[in-house]
Nanobody, 121 residues
Framework: QVQLVESGGGSVQAGGSLRLSCVAS????????MGWLRQAPGKGRTWVASIYAGSGRTEYADSVKGRFTVSQDNAKITLYLQMNSLKPEDTAMYYC??????????????WGQGTQVAVSS
């Protein structure tokens, strides 16, 4: 059974920081790749960041590059997203996801329930 449980969301002013966590169980702990996606109100879900288990390679959407950092503990149990210099446009529901390699990227197959982030100006 796969389970991904996010936490750490909340409300913050622009320029502030938050750290999201995602505890993984089952298949998710051996997934080839994990990452974060987000969905703003009235918009579709968009990719934020990925981390690849074998190489430790990370990738980021241009909109968060230099501000967000994705990481994973050595036991591959917890995935993190450190978010700095937050902007109002970062307001969204953030989802943790796990998947398999697909080409040069990650094909996400499993999702958490999400944690809400609200950034005020």
């Amino acid at each position: 059974q796969v389970q991904l449980v996010e936490s750490g969301g909340g409300s913050v002013q622009a320029g502030g920081s938050l750290r999201l966590s995602c505890v993984a169980s089952g298949y998710a702990r051996s997934a080839a790749c994990m990452g974060w996606l987000r969905q703003a109100p009235g918009k579709g879900r968009t990719w934020v960041a990925s981390i690849y288990a074998g190489s430790g390679r990370t990738e980021y959407a241009d909109s968060v590059k230099g501000r967000f950092t994705v990481s994973q503990d050595n036991a591959k149990i917890t995935l993190y997203l450190q978010m700095n210099s937050l902007k109002p446009e970062d307001t969204a529901m953030y989802y943790c996801a796990a998947g398999a390699l697909m080409g040069s990227g990650c094909g996400y197959r499993y999702w958490g329930q999400g944690t809400q982030v609200a950034v005020s100006s």
